[in-house]
């Protein structure tokens, strides 16, 4: 996808180049260390435990036997509810805030401050508030609906952020041009905009995916601790990182089904961020223009 | 069209005023009983004897985020000039998957290997081992892939035309990413600097189990601090009463701490923060 | 055009998602409706503490086993969220990790279902053997700082208390009358397993955790070993016959005197029938006899 740049000009202080070619190949090295250190980690002792049976049955003996079918099916419903929710939410900010608001709209700043402060709120105060909000005052309760809506509200900033990033990537030669042909506003935005912004909704997507299935506080207190097999989204269900702290912390000898679950989870985010990777790339490419 | 995206956005905004009419009801009891100022001169915070100093927390939280910022946006934006303008493209692939990744991994288990890798590790170093510079570390690796996305993606709407531009005046590579990409792309990478930085402040679990959660305010990086955040994760499945009340400040204080971020990070940019 | 067609194949994958796990949630729910022999059926809400979820949890399966048409839903989040939801009614049962106070049993009523001794643990590569009361307070206030003062190696000593308010900590601190503040820790936990990987991974520190939970862990190679206190071995049969010291009783919390499901479960919980469970769950079972005068 990248596309290095020519190698066309050794007249400017090439050592200056080659050291900052050598401390970013160091930087990209040294993460890419750290992070096989981490994933060797979990791959080396989650590997042993994944079986069918792990991934299908319900877990026994508080998590050290059975498996975590029930749980990944919670997850999954978790997930679902909070991204039908938080990225119909956050587009239609996003496209409100870099299309239909001058930059220095009082609304649009107020709105855009609102959510950076959203985006510093710890994860604990959320939870606290979905239990509050959502499961008393709403009368949803330990549900499963409960903890996806808490956990649209903490994605919110991060896709709108992002996505925001997006719209403004379309150069403004673009709307001008679409203006100049007729088309209308919501054509603009239907074909050009949305198509143009898709790398940056991807990425908060991807970011948005990342922070809800690690999301352990906010969970504890709304989507709850059931490990049953839910049979509706008002069922209490037991996240996927939940489980995880569960075992990792209150359960002497979960270590190994905690990293069993660890490495389930980063096998799932690994599908899920290539599907949203798949589909972004698709839809970017039918607009006809993309940059890379 | 414009109406209705104006209430949704109306909606996002108004979340946060939720959150907030939320904290401070749940904090009225101990405000209404000591007021705010013990929160900064009590000489300690022990909340069963009606002590509530949060001020070495406040500290904690500060240092922890400062440092993991400092670490994080450097190695975050050298990571995205990496995957754009350095790896042969199926390298960048890779690599950008992988910093993906990177920002899933719950922070359960960052916390996990922290406590029983890193903090080992400081400790042989310069005991006891969690420490603020353990959280920094930790910290520094969650917060570094939202860093590295966003400037990856800002880097990667930087039109073609200004590296033609650039590679045309015989700019050589560094020079066209620090004269030309960087301030060109200067928005997104704000952009992820305030998302990485409200991340490292909200941080909860995995600096709960590596930072060593003594309420003091640190002498040095190899000193246990505790985190706002800890703060209420630690002590909530127990509090009653005032004390709960008073986590509740804890969670007022660090809302307030970003409040005032913002609002700084509003003043120093005003022109590349908003489109 | 072709736009959208594509955000057709999007919501068509987003809802054919949704059904696969409505599917396969509905066909693996056996309970269904099912009449049960004794007439019992209804829901129950426990929620609490995190250390006795897991165990009730079990409990809990294991009844919901002998009543098909009965669901109990265990929720976590503290002893402190066990009592109040207890009290709003939000939960039929609450879970605490500790007894009632005295100012507490105006308000709700205790059903002790098993115990939970709390030992002092240090690595494995601590030469210690023993230390008294006296110096563990000492090592606790910071009077004695290096492991040389209680016969071990010169090494400064790592002290990891329990954050305020729990009741291993408030257990902890009667036992030696300590005054939280008095003590200088070096590292504070949460949970129990986090102590346990603390002191593994340092081989200065002390700390104290469940002793069924060492204990297991032990077993299992964790390199730490158990202290005595105050000359009584830390094992669960110490804890089992009363000789230790240091125990705490995991407690059922009701607001009301309870009757109809709720008092079904409770007598459950209490009775020989799950000692197994407390076992596996490295808790000790509390005897007929003893649960009688808890009851009151």
Redesign the interface.
């Known amino acids: 996808m990248a596309k290095p740049l020519q190698r066309s000009s050794p007249s400017r202080s090439p050592w200056l180049d080659r050291l900052s070619a050598f401390g970013v190949w160091s930087v990209a090295l040294i993460i890419t260390a750290i992070f096989a250190w981490i994933m060797g980690d979990i791959l080396w002792r989650g590997a042993g435990q994944i079986s069918w049976d792990f991934l299908t049955l319900p877990p026994q003996n508080a998590g050290r036997d059975g498996g975590i079918g029930p749980i990944l099916v919670s997850t999954g419903l978790i997930l679902v509810v909070c991204l039908s929710v938080s990225l119909p939410l956050g587009l239609g900010t996003a496209v409100f805030l870099s299309e239909f608001t001058a930059a220095d709209n009082g609304f649009g700043r107020l709105v855009r401050r609102s959510l950076d402060i959203l985006s510093g709120v710890p994860s604990i105060v959320f939870g606290l508030f979905g239990y509050t909000f959502f499961a008393q005052t709403l009368g949803l309760g330990f549900s499963i609906l409960s903890g996806g809506l808490t956990l649209a509200c903490m994605v919110l900033p991060i896709l709108i952020r992002s996505a925001e990033e997006g719209f403004r990537a379309v150069p403004a030669d673009y709307r001008l041009s679409a203006a100049s042909l007729g088309l209308s506003r919501t054509a603009t935005l239907w074909h050009l905009l949305l198509p143009a912004a898709v790398p940056g909704i991807v990425v908060g997507l991807v970011l948005g995916i990342g922070r809800a299935i690690a999301e352990t506080a906010a969970l504890i207190f709304t989507s709850g601790y059931v490990d049953r097999m839910p049979t509706s989204l008002l069922d209490s269900g037991r996240a996927l990182s939940v489980h995880i702290f569960d075992l990792s912390m209150n359960v002497p000898g979960g270590d190994a089904p905690a990293y069993g679950s660890a490495l389930v989870l980063v096998v799932l985010l690994i599908l899920l961020n290539g599907a949203a990777n798949w589909i972004g790339r698709r839809l970017s490419f039918q607009s006809g223009f993309h940059w890379r | 069209?414009?109406w209705?995206?104006?209430a949704?956005?109306?909606?996002?905004?108004?979340?946060?005023?939720?959150?907030a009419a939320?904290?401070i009801g749940?904090t009225l009891p101990v405000l209404q009983k000591v007021g705010f100022l013990p929160f900064f001169t009590d000489p300690?915070?022990?909340?069963?004897?009606a002590?509530y100093n949060l001020a070495p927390m406040l500290w904690g939280t500060l240092f922890a985020a400062a440092g993991s910022v400092l670490l994080a946006t450097p190695?975050g934006i050298?990571?995205a000039?990496?995957?754009?303008?350095?790896?042969?493209?199926g390298i960048?692939?890779l690599?950008?998957?992988?910093?993906?990744?990177?920002?899933?991994?719950?922070?359960?288990?960052?916390g996990?290997?922290g406590?029983?890798?890193l903090?080992?590790l400081i400790?042989r170093l310069h005991?006891?081992?969690?420490s603020l510079l353990a959280g920094m570390l930790i910290l520094t690796?969650m917060i570094?892939?939202?860093v590295a996305?966003?400037a990856?993606?800002?880097f990667?709407?930087v039109?073609?035309a200004y590296?033609q531009g650039a590679?045309s005046l015989?700019?050589?590579?560094?020079?066209?990413?620090w004269g030309v990409v960087i301030p060109a792309a200067k928005?997104?990478l704000l952009?992820g600097v305030?998302?990485e930085?409200?991340?490292a402040?909200?941080?909860?679990?995995a600096i709960?189990?590596v930072c060593?959660?003594?309420?003091q305010t640190p002498q040095s990086i190899f000193d246990?601090i505790?985190t706002?955040?800890a703060n209420?994760?630690?002590?909530?499945?127990?509090?009653?009463g005032d004390?709960?009340s008073a986590l509740?400040v804890s969670?007022l204080i660090?809302?307030g701490?970003?409040?005032a971020?913002?609002?700084v990070?509003?003043a120093i940019a005003p022109e590349e923060n908003?489109? | 055009m072709r736009l959208m067609r594509n955000r057709g194949y999007f919501a068509a994958f987003i809802v054919s998602l949704a059904a696969s796990f409505g599917v396969q949630a509905c066909s693996s729910s056996p309970q269904g409706t099912a009449p049960s022999s004794d007439g019992l059926t209804g829901k129950l809400i426990l929620t609490g503490s995190s250390t006795v979820a897991p165990l009730v949890g079990e409990i809990a399966k294991r009844f919901e086993a002998e009543h098909p048409s009965v669901r109990i839903d265990v929720q976590t989040g503290g002893s402190s969220r066990g009592l109040a939801d207890a009290k709003q009614r939000l939960a039929d049962i609450g879970m605490i990790s500790r007894a009632l106070k005295p100012e507490e049993t105006d308000d709700f009523q205790g059903f002790v279902i098993a115990q939970d001794g709390i030992g002092v643990i240090i690595n494995k590569a601590n030469s210690v053997g023993a230390i008294s009361d006296r110096q563990l307070v000492d090592i606790y206030t910071n009077q004695i700082q290096n492991w040389r003062e209680v016969g071990g190696e010169d090494a400064p000593i790592t002290v990891v208390n329990k954050a305020e308010g729990r009741s291993t900590l408030e257990l902890f601190l009667s036992y030696f009358q300590l005054q939280n503040s008095q003590i200088q820790a070096d590292v504070i936990i949460g949970d129990n397993q986090q102590g346990i990987k603390t002191v593994a991974g340092n081989a200065n520190a002390i700390g104290y955790v469940s002793i069924g939970a060492a204990e297991y862990d032990i077993g299992q190679g964790a390199p730490i070993h158990l202290l005595p206190v105050g000359g009584v071995e830390a094992t669960v049969e110490t804890v089992q016959d009363g000789s230790f010291p240091l125990a705490r009783p995991l407690t059922l919390v009701t607001a009301n005197p309870p009757s109809g499901l709720t008092q079904e479960f409770i007598q459950f919980a209490q009775s020989e029938d799950v000692h197994d469970i407390i076992k596996a769950q490295n808790f000790v079972p509390v005897q007929r006899k003893e649960l009688a005068q808890t009851l009151r």
Request: aromatic residues 8%; neutral net charge.
């Open positions: 069209m414009v209705s995206l104006q949704i956005a109306a909606i996002a905004g108004a979340l946060v005023l939720l959150i939320f904290l749940e300690a915070w022990n909340p069963t004897e002590l190695l050298l990571s000039m990496f995957c754009q303008y350095y790896a042969p493209a960048a692939l690599y950008r998957r992988l910093i993906e990744l990177l920002a899933g991994i719950p922070s359960v288990v960052y996990f290997w406590l029983v890798t903090v080992p400790g005991p006891p081992g969690p690796m570094l892939p939202t996305l966003t990856d993606a800002s990667a709407k039109p073609p590296l590679a015989g700019l050589s590579r560094w020079g066209t990413i928005s997104g952009t305030i998302l930085t409200g991340r402040l909200g941080e909860t679990m709960l189990m060593g959660n003594v309420v246990p505790r706002l955040t209420i994760a630690l002590e909530m499945a127990y509090a009653l004390h709960r509740f969670g660090l809302m701490l970003v409040t971020l913002v609002i990070a509003d908003h489109g």
